[in-house]
């Protein structure tokens, strides 16, 4: 019975219910995801919910097909490019909290539970499946699968720390904006940057939210295709393609949202988060819970001392700082649901809540993307071979 897909769904729809109550009443410390992810861990490994209860739905295999690649090209609608390259502050802050990170876990990590355990953890640490599956596959074909297993249970699990975590240290550096009630940073306001929309704005008949997705799915097919040709990550080259049809005028503005598809993909993408857990048992989990919350609060300090220190240099305030390094371990989407999280929770106008939204939220999907998209996979590439040479 439990595995019935309309079952399942509603399930799921309950929790996330309950979720977002708990968003609203912890002020985003506890978020959709955050609860999800913990309930649906419990219920799996202790065989309450069955292994393939979020799968019946047919939710995740849509989104793992395709869905999740149009969410990274919208992201490209939202973030203008004059914005993006402003953004330089925020890499070099993702950059000092993953060097940080390394150098604890590689020092101190190995000097406590080894150069095994050290190795396996930093790649997941830093963000990213990719950099995780790096780490298993070398474990694997060394035969020590023990390491492969410890590398996905911190994977998977580091979405624990982080997510309340980001959420705290935004959530203090918006109270400060929302004091202030100054919601745009005029030196970006005043900046000069060409604009380069050469495509007329398309007319009403061949607008509409269909249309407009039709163009988003486009953008994504060659971003695909030129991923493949390339061999850069796929979510890399569609953000970019995502970024220069919208500036010239290929793409809307925030198009799933004006299309009234984005609540939706939102509510599928956190259902993609439980799916981490649905392999794991309690006897799997007891002999490697103390070495994975080590390392994952060795590296959380990591990643906010790192972050703070660069942040202090570049004059960038030190809990946005921390919660932008802290993006490794959360990632897209939840970067967005965070930021929308912690946003929705302010009693002012929602014209405010969209221009707080707009302040933070592409530097934290610009930070998510360095952490988790980029450096990550060059990290898990260049440590894999290291661990069991």
Known sequence: MWTDPLISITLYFILFAIGSVLAVKTKGVVGEALFLCAVYAVGFAAGIIPQDSLVSTGIPTVFGAFALLLVVGNLGTMIELRRFLQEWRTVLLCCGGLVVMTVLCW????????????????????????????VSEAANSAGMTEYAAFAALVCSFQAFVGIPLSAWFLRKYCDKIVEKDVYLDSSMENSRFPNLRIIKPFPALW???????????????????????????SAVVILFLGIICTEIGFLERETLTKAGYMNFMMVGLIMLLPLDFSTL???????????????????????????????????VDWKLSAALSLSAYTGYPLT?????????????????????????????????????TIISVFMGGAIAPMIFS
Request: no cysteine.
């Open 336 to 372: 967005e649901i965070i930021v929308r999280t912690v946003t929705k929770t302010y009693d002012i106008s929602e014209e405010k809540k969209e221009k707080l939204t707009e302040m933070v939220l592409p530097q934290m999907i610009i930070s998510g993307f360095t952490s988790v």
């Open 107 to 134: 020092t101190l990590g190995s000097l406590v539970y080894g150069k095994y355990y050290a190795l396996s953890a930093i790649p997941p640490l830093a963000g990213g499946v990719v950099a995780t599956q790096l």
């Open 281 to 315: 048992t309690l006897e799997s989990l007891a002999g490697m819970v103390m070495p994975m919350i080590f390392f994952i609060l060795l590296g959380t300090a990591g990643l906010i001392l790192g972050g703070a220190l660069v942040g202090r240099i570049l004059h």
């Open 207 to 233: 607008n509409d939210g269909s249309m407009m997705v039709a163009r988003l799915l486009i953008v994504v097919l060659a971003g695909s295709w030129l991923s493949n040709l390339t061999g850069i990550p």
